[in-house]
C-alpha cells in the first residue's frame, strides 16, 4: 500500500525553526516529484516547495529564502527545513508525492498532515 508519513510538526516561537520529513513506501520514489503543501482556515491548498526527480526546487513566494526542501532516494524520504518562521506559517503541512507511471500518467499521494504552530 502507499503510505506518506509526516512528521517533525509542533509548536515553536516566532523567529524559530523546525524539519518536517516525509517518510514513503509502496510507491516509485526516485520516479516521483516531491512536494509540500499547507492549507489555512478557509483558503485554498497551497504548494510551499517541490522537488523533482531531478533535483529541481520551487518554492512559493512567501517561503523562499527561510524554507529549504530536500530528498534522499535511498532512504525514501523528503525534508522541509523551516526557518525565521512566522504566526503565518501556522497550518498543517501535508507531504505529496506525484509518481510518473508510464508516459503521461502521474497518480498524486498525500499524507495526513503535521502541525506547526508559530506563536510567542
Known amino acids: 500500500q502507499v503510505q506518506l508519513v509526516e512528521s517533525g510538526g509542533g509548536l515553536v516561537q516566532p523567529g524559530g525553526s523546525l524539519r518536517l520529513s516525509c517518510a514513503a513506501s509502496g510507491i516509485f520514489f526516485s520516479m516521483s516529484t516531491m512536494g509540500w503543501y499547507r492549507q489555512a482556515p478557509g483558503k485554498q491548498r497551497e504548494l510551499v516547495a517541490s522537488?523533482?526527480?531531478?533535483?529541481?526546487?520551487n518554492y512559493a513566494d512567501s517561503v523562499k529564502g527561510r524554507f529549504t526542501i530536500s530528498r534522499d532516494n535511498a532512504k525514501n524520504t523528503v525534508d522541509l527545513q523551516m526557518n525565521s518562521l512566522r504566526p503565518e506559517d501556522t497550518t498543517v503541512y501535508y507531504c505529496n508525492a506525484k509518481e510518473q507511471s508510464g508516459w503521461a500518467s502521474i497518480t498524486n499521494y498525500w499524507g495526513q498532515g503535521t502541525q506547526v504552530t508559530v506563536s510567542s
Open positions: 522537488i523533482t526527480t531531478a533535483g529541481n526546487t
